[in-house]
């Protein structure tokens, strides 16, 4: 919803460069939310599930804060919200890294 949103209803409404900017907001998050899918499903895979969790809880913190703060950026125009994004990167390399620590730490 939210890339159709951006799509055809702030076309009028944002400069081309904001709509670039929601686009990677809605990409990053669809992303993301499909490694949250992942993770759920790996649960009973035997991985350990701590570092799931873990993983799950930055994912999830990511894309509050990285697609989050550019939502918030193209729609407000409030300039401050930017130095947070960087943050919701990390979030999801720390992700991503807990991800793949369960899986070498299987049973754990």
């Known amino acids: 919803m939210a890339g159709a949103f951006g799509a055809h209803g702030l076309r009028a ?17 669809m992303y993301h939310s499909i490694a949250l899918v992942l993770v759920a499903l790996l649960v ?9 969790g873990w993983s799950a ?9 990285f697609s989050g703060s550019l939502y918030l950026l193209v729609l407000t125009d409030i300039r401050w919200i ?10 999801f390399m ?5 991800l793949i620590a369960s899986g070498l730490r299987r049973n754990k």
């Open 57 to 65: 809880v930055f994912f999830l913190s990511g894309i509050v804060l």
């Open 82 to 91: 930017g130095p947070i994004t960087p943050l919701g990167g990390v979030c």
């Open 13 to 29: 409404m944002v400069s081309e460069r904001g709509l670039e900017v929601f686009q990677t907001a809605v990409t990053y998050q």
């Open 94 to 98: 720390v992700g991503w890294a807990l």
């Open 44 to 52: 009973g895979q035997g991985l350990a599930r701590r570092l799931l």
